[in-house]
């Protein structure tokens, strides 16, 4: 019999909740208020971006966030971009995780992974400051095979997979170029792992394309935002994050089965 794998980690991304409230300056809906219901839906942790235009996350959510996160004892998750503002902002919150990913002003959302080959000396240096202060360092990255050993040389403990590419493949119905980008994340998560990194992978991950990533034996965590936050708007929250969970679930029982 196989061993059971361990419980895959369900990090909820709470960045959406800010996007509504904002689009209105008022003060509601509370991105607080939704990492609390998370937490007690079963998320494992917290993620929050903190862009540099601040279009969705503040500092004064980070703030609270990092307070919850610390009295809940679950880990918050920031993702920030390489800048020595981020940097600094994250020596002084000190989350349990720092998530570098790339960040470009126009983008909708975060588009790629970070190319850790070419801001290698900056990454690198942003990584030691940041294991310096005690955050777990996470790259978001493409699933190449230079990007993971650029990642594990840069000092990161953590790669997190870019899933855009797997799960726009499956939403636009294309199945030989769904099949050929899952098979890209097998091979890049067996790869990280034999390098000694934790496997995190995320982004753009619902419902539907959530099964074939949480079966990979070698992932951790994923972390998932935009369509439970949306999937919220009709079930709830706690409705939307549970049917997350149990998919992962019987994702990973089916792996080890
Ligand atoms: N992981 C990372 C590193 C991200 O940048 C994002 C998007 O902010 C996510 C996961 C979550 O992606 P989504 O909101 O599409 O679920």
Known sequence: MNAPSPRLRLGV???H???IRNARGEDYPEPLRAAELAIAAGADGITAHLREDRRHISDADIVALSDLCRRRGRPLNLEMAVTPEMVDIAVVRRPHAACLVPERREEVTTEGGLDVVKAYDAVTAATHRLREAGARVSLFVEASSEQIMASAEAGAAVV????????????HGDD???????AR????????????????????ID????????????????NIGHFLIGEAIFVGLQAAIAQMRALMDAARLGATA
């Not at 997979?161 to 726009?168: D, F, I, Q, S, V």
């Not at 030989?176 to 899952?182: I, M, V, Y």
């Not at 792992?193 to 982004?203: K, S």
């Open 13 to 15: 991304n709470i960045d």
């Open 17 to 19: 909740v800010a996007t």
């Open 160 to 171: 997190e997979l870019h899933t855009g590419a797997y799960c726009e493949a499956v939403r």
């Open 207 to 222: 419902y539907a394309t959530v099964k074939p990533v949480a079966a990979i034996p070698e992932v951790a965590e994923l």
């Open 185 to 204: 994340l097998r091979t890049a998560a067996i790869q990280a792992q034999a390098l000694g990194l934790e496997v995190h992978a995320g982004h753009g």
């Open 176 to 182: 030989a170029r769904a099949g050929r980008e899952l």
